[in-house]
């Protein structure tokens, strides 16, 4: 299980970090992921960070590169995603998941928690 936080309203070139703490979830086992549900879409999420037990972090989306860092508190049982010099194109819904195969394959990632809300605007 995952329970993500930390979203919220911010201007453009603003920073946050969110939260994902997890439960009944061993990274011994899965990877966890970053992913991002933009406005409008339905169905796709673009991938952003995967870390795992042998990897990682791993950053996916290009534009996000050099403006994101994941990192995970073992004894929190969390796992952070800190976003700077945000842009609105960064607006969406963000979620975390389990990663089923390792990070080695976006599309086998599930088990997605309720997801944060980030919204970048002036």
């Known amino acids: 299980q995952f329970v993500e936080s930390g979203g919220g309203l911010v201007q453009p070139g603003g920073s946050l970090r969110l939260s994902c703490e997890f439960s009944?979830?061993?990274?011994?086992?899965?990877?966890i992921g970053w992913f991002r549900r933009a406005p409008g879409e339905d169905h796709d999420r673009d991938a952003i960070s995967c870390l795992s037990k042998f990897e990682g972090p791993i950053y996916w989306i290009d534009s996000m590169k050099g403006r994101i860092t994941m990192s995970i508190d073992n004894a929190k049982n969390t796992v952070y995603l800190q976003m700077n010099n945000l842009r609105p194109e960064d607006t969406g819904v963000y979620y975390c998941?389990?990663?089923?195969?390792?990070?080695?394959?976006?599309?086998?990632?599930?088990?997605w928690g309720q997801g944060t809300r980030v919204t970048v605007s002036s």
């Open positions: 009944d979830f061993s990274l011994d086992d899965y990877a």
């Open positions: 998941g389990a990663g089923f195969r390792g990070c080695g394959d976006r599309r086998y990632f599930g088990s």
